[in-house]
């Protein structure tokens, strides 16, 4: 393992007050996300739409890494780049999810664990050779009744270290998420309670299993209140409960942390990042950054629909969101940047 590489391409992936943008959506899922919008559910759809997120002028002055799916890495941009150099092209480091998705996990009813260890070391080896820097891998986590289970943690601690340590053997950069998802009615205590079980956990498998954790980056959930429940936090509550338990469960030696944005609004995943560096800045070990795909890109894919002539409006919209969630990051995000027309400010529509 080459561990100043990892670590140069971690800081990078780190640098200049920028954060990742996820644009990994699984055939499934990139389909579930057009079909209310009436875009066809087809490969050349999913090919345009990347097309426009990697061709939005400006991007990477916003944007350090992005994430690809397997897709569209063997896809060419409209003027018949590959995707992988178009990114590059445009100052962004290359990524890949190479989970196989979340299935239902055999005797315990409602959970899931992520499968696709099976013959990834042959594809990180492909991928590495494709010019990827990066790689991601998505393990999800239940809030409800008597789960999540400690059987279901550690299943998925386990598979996000083996596929970690493989990642670095092949020189590219893990991106360990361990999602704990919103859906449910659950408060806001019983997620920070949930998400520090699972990263505790997930931290002493990551340990045993010698992932090297200066070569990492965590991409983790916000600690949340369910979207049922009837007390939704302020801003406020959810920095200190999220920072809080990251202090107690990442490692220092962890460079970054990324965070999902898992169908927050996109205001409110700005807004809060925003909180936790403001009220903690000068007191966190690691970096405090993004890797969202809903919270960036949900306003330019609606405002598409899958028509060419919306394209200039999606990549503003796009650019928009990736200049916010950067703001965030450096602690310097306000709601005025939402409505501003100001061309020098940085929330500017363009
Ligand atoms: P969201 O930001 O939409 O949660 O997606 C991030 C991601 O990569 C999920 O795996």
């Not at 899922?29 to 090919?47: H, I």
């Not at 070391?121 to 008597?146: H, N, P, Q």
């Not at 601690?157 to 998420?177: F, H, K, M, W």
């Not at 959810?238 to 220092?252: D, H, I, K, Q």
Request: some cysteine.
């Amino acid at each position: 393992m080459n561990l100043q590489k990892l670590e140069e391409t971690a800081r990078a992936l780190l640098a200049d007050g920028k954060g990742l943008l996820a644009m990994d959506e699984s055939t499934g899922t990139a389909n579930k996300r057009f079909a209310p919008l009436g875009v066809p559910q087809t490969e050349d759809a999913r090919r345009a739409y990347r097309d426009l997120i990697v061709t939005t002028p400006e991007l990477g002055q916003n944007i350090s890494g992005a994430i690809l799916y397997d897709e569209t890495v063997r896809q060419k941009t409209n003027d018949g780049r590959p995707f992988v150099e178009a990114i590059i092209q445009a100052g962004i480091i290359p990524g890949i999810k190479v989970d196989a998705g979340a299935k239902e996990m055999a005797a315990h009813p409602g959970e899931k664990i992520t499968e696709g260890l099976d013959g990834l070391r042959e594809r990180l080896a492909e991928y590495a050779g494709l010019g990827l820097r990066f790689a991601k891998w998505r393990a999800v986590i239940t809030i409800g009744d008597g789960i999540p289970s400690d059987g279901c943690i550690a299943a998925n601690a386990d598979a996000l270290a083996r596929y970690a340590a493989l990642c670095q053997e092949a020189g590219l950069v893990p991106i360990v998420e361990p999602e704990v998802l919103m859906e449910g009615s659950h408060t806001l205590e019983q997620c920070a309670e949930v998400t520090e079980r699972t990263l505790n956990i997930a931290f002493d498998v990551l340990v045993r299993r010698r992932v090297a954790l200066e070569g990492m980056i965590l991409k983790p959930n916000m600690i949340l209140p369910g979207l049922d429940c009837p007390v939704q936090n302020p801003a406020e509550e959810v920095a200190n409960a999220t920072v809080s338990c990251f202090l107690r469960t990442v490692p220092a030696a962890v460079p970054g942390i990324a965070f999902l944005s898992g169908g927050q609004p996109s205001e409110l995943a700005a807004e809060r990042l925003n909180a936790m560096n403001v009220r903690f800045k000068g007191r966190m070990p690691w970096a405090l950054t993004f890797s969202f795909s809903r919270a960036i890109q949900q306003p330019a894919l609606e405002i598409w629909a899958g028509r060419d002539e919306n394209i200039p409006a999606a990549q503003a919209a796009l650019l928009h969101r990736a200049q916010c969630s950067r703001a965030a990051r450096l602690g310097e995000y306000h709601p005025d940047m939402e409505t501003s027309t100001d061309p020098a400010t940085p929330g500017e529509q363009r």
